[in-house]
């Protein structure tokens, strides 16, 4: 049972940036998908979450129209691409699943925003 993400990313400001989490060892659609990030010297910020079941997903206010969930069941992938990247978007970016606790979580990814 994991979740396995994508590699580290680098971006320029005002770009977009789409980190990838397949699951895998138990029922894709059984579980929601939570998104959260840690910038350097901070703690987690939770961005939002997914239902791969339906697709249907709820973001962090701070992230309204700037974030996108989306999840592929043929694949067990979930994505997240944020749009208008800024220096401030600079950190690790987890999947994790369920409910606060999650029980699982990716390895995280770095994305780094750099001119």
């Known amino acids: 049972i994991q979740l396995v993400q994508s590699a580290a990313e680098v971006r320029t400001p005002r770009t977009s940036v789409k980190v990838s989490c397949k699951a895998s060892g138990y029922t894709f659609t059984s579980y929601f998908i939570n998104w959260l990030r840690q910038a350097p010297g901070q703690g987690f910020e939770w961005m939002g979450r997914i239902d791969p079941e339906d697709g249907k997903a709820k973001y962090a206010e701070t992230f309204q129209g700037r974030v996108a969930f989306t999840a592929d069941t043929s694949t067990n992938t979930v994505y997240v691409e944020l749009t208008r990247v800024t220096f401030n978007d600079t950190a690790v970016y987890y999947c994790?699943?369920?409910?606060?606790?999650?029980?699982?979580w990716g390895q995280g990814t770095q994305v780094t925003v750099s001119s």
């Open positions: 994790a699943r369920g409910g606060n606790p999650y029980d699982l």
